[in-house]
């Protein structure tokens, strides 16, 4: 099978600006988590999809937000852009939520 | 408040030595403990896993030890290699706390030749 897919791989935005980062799963998964994972602070989760319903979020400002679609690829946005969103997004599929989670080699954003 | 404390945050070992990265957590409704490599560049991969029914799993040269009553779980590399140079990290998750998983904020291991 194919592993979790991110797109895009790099991505250079200035404050203020909007993204959208986009996630594939594995096949036959449904669940998808984001994280983002900066040196100082580790990872730190974003949110879970399964199902196309929000089942979890992390402790981040609503300028974050994302979404699951019906094949169980996911997208989320960030508006607003702060130089301190400068990160590494992961995002992680799983068959079922809580089981084990397999990751896509994430998507780097810096803002400028 | 971080659910699941690790250390050490860096590491150096000899090659053939043993890497031991530990971490320990506070809620007792966590029954899934994985352990995860990553390369730079890449994503986490999933290493090794372990649940509170059994003390020790071991899968090659990698072994998790848990102790569930000091709420500890310790990663063990065994003849360390330098291609085990990565950071690594533990986590954590229970049905009981919605599934979600918590990380502990990586050791970077140096395996030196």
């Known amino acids: 099978k194919a592993g979790v897919t991110q797109t895009p791989r790099y991505l250079i935005k200035t404050r203020g600006q909007q993204v959208t980062l986009s996630c594939s799963p594995i096949s036959g998964h449904r669940s998808v988590s984001w994280y983002q994972q900066t040196p100082g602070q580790g990872l730190q989760f974003l949110f879970e999809?399964?199902?196309?319903?929000?089942?979890n979020k992390g402790n981040f400002p609503g300028r974050f937000s994302g979404r699951q679609f019906s094949n169980s690829r996911s997208e989320m946005n960030v508006s607003t852009l702060e130089l301190g969103d400068s990160a590494l997004y992961l995002c992680?599929?799983?068959?079922?939520?809580?089981?084990?989670?397999?990751f896509g080699p994430g998507t780097r954003l810096t803002v400028l | 408040q971080q659910q699941v404390k690790q250390s050490p945050q860096s590491l150096i070992v000899q090659k053939g030595g043993i890497s031991i990265i530990n971490c320990a957590y506070e809620?007792?409704?966590?029954?899934?403990f994985p352990w995860y490599q990553q390369f730079p560049g890449k994503g986490p991969a999933l290493l090794i896993a372990?649940?509170?029914?059994?003390s020790e799993k071991k899968e090659g040269r990698f072994t998790i030890s848990f102790n569930k009553s000091a709420k500890q779980f310790s990663l063990h590399i065994m003849d360390s290699q330098p291609g085990d140079s990565a950071t690594y990290f533990c986590a954590a998750s229970g049905a009981n706390t919605g599934n979600q998983f918590y990380f502990g904020t990586g050791t970077s291991l140096t395996v030196i030749p």
């Open positions: 372990i649940r509170p029914d059994v």
């Open positions: 999809y399964f199902s196309e319903t929000q089942r």
């Open positions: 992680a599929s799983s068959p079922l939520t809580g089981d084990t989670q397999y």
């Open positions: 809620n007792t409704a966590f029954d899934y």
